[in-house]
């Protein structure tokens, strides 16, 4: 019988210029993201941009789920869905500034 357990599936500050992976799902797993909070911990507005890498490579445009999304100085965005992915998916993320995006996924995985 298959196991469902929801849990935190990432938590980072976000670096600048590079993609960060926030979650990778395990083998043999099917991850499902419900939730994703991005916190701007700064006094001034910086940007995000998160992608569901379905491969696990690298993340693309057609992939981006939040495009360069100006977070205002310490406030928050707060995604709220239902991404289903399979074993070896990521989701990575890219802030225009580094250090002052922290990003938070919750969800489940059935295992």
């Known amino acids: 019988m298959a196991t469902f357990t929801e ?5 980072a500050t976000i670096a600048s210029g590079s993609n960060t992976t926030l979650y990778t799902v395990p083998a043999a797993t ?3 993201v419900k939730d994703i909070h991005i916190c701007n911990v700064t006094a001034t507005a910086a940007d995000i941009t998160v992608w ?8 693309t445009d057609s992939e981006a789920i939040i495009k360069e999304w100006s977070v205002p100085a310490n ?3 707060h995604w709220d869905g239902y991404i289903i992915m399979s074993a070896a998916s990521t989701i990575k993320a890219t802030a225009g ?4 995006i922290t990003v938070t996924v919750s969800g489940a995985e059935l295992s």
């Open 97 to 100: 500034t580094g250090s002052a």
């Open 7 to 11: 849990k935190s599936l990432g938590q």
């Open 52 to 59: 569901v890498d379905v491969d696990g490579t690298a993340a």
């Open 30 to 32: 099917t991850g499902i």
């Open 75 to 77: 406030e928050f965005l």
